[in-house]
């Protein structure tokens, strides 16, 4: 009977125990933004492109994970990466340099993610390197601008369509 009592006691003692890991949680929140670099834009020449303002969606984010704005304990560029779309034979090695960032009303714009210099073997698929900032007052905005700003070394002929898809890494503390 004792031994009983001791082990129901232990078990019990066990699962209190894992209430403490359910105090934060982590989440991603990912998006994807296109753009077009015409052709005949010369060498050495910088490029800047803006998109459109973008939901941050980031309130259905939270409610999904039992947490709200106010409870954030940190926001991080998980993951960046661009691929181009068209031409299907192309690749990044006109690029000299990339850099992605995310603006706010009322806030400068800050670097997400970047690459400088572009390798010159790169492919049609580039990851960045992310930047170490925090985030928090971007994607609890209702909507933010991704624009990049990239630089060619050479001399390109057709227009090149490609894509930035990105991770942000949330972790908060969750609704009593």
């Given at each position: 009977m004792m031994r009983k009592l001791v082990f129901i006691l232990a078990v019990a003692a066990l699962f209190s125990g894992c209430n403490?890991?359910?105090s934060e949680v982590s989440f991603r929140l990912k998006y994807e933004q296109n753009f077009s670099i015409d052709s005949s834009i010369g060498v050495n020449f910088p490029i800047d492109l803006q998109g459109p303002p973008m939901p941050s969606r980031s309130e259905q984010a939270f409610q999904n994970n039992n947490t709200s704005a106010d409870l954030i304990t940190s926001v991080t560029m998980d993951y960046a990466e661009i691929i181009l779309d068209s031409p299907a034979d192309a690749d990044f090695s006109f690029l000299e340099s990339v850099e992605i960032s995310i603006e706010v009303?009322?806030?400068?714009?800050?670097?997400?993610a970047f690459a400088d210099p572009v390798p010159a073997e790169t492919g049609n698929r580039l990851v960045l390197t992310t930047s170490n900032k925090q985030f928090e007052e971007y994607i609890t905005a209702q909507e933010f601008v991704i624009s990049t700003r990239s630089v060619t070394d050479e001399f390109i002929t057709e227009d090149h369509d490609f894509t930035?898809?990105?991770?942000?890494?949330v972790k908060a503390n969750v609704l009593n």
């Open positions: 403490r890991g359910d009303d009322g806030k400068d714009p800050v670097v997400l930035f898809n990105c991770e942000f890494l």
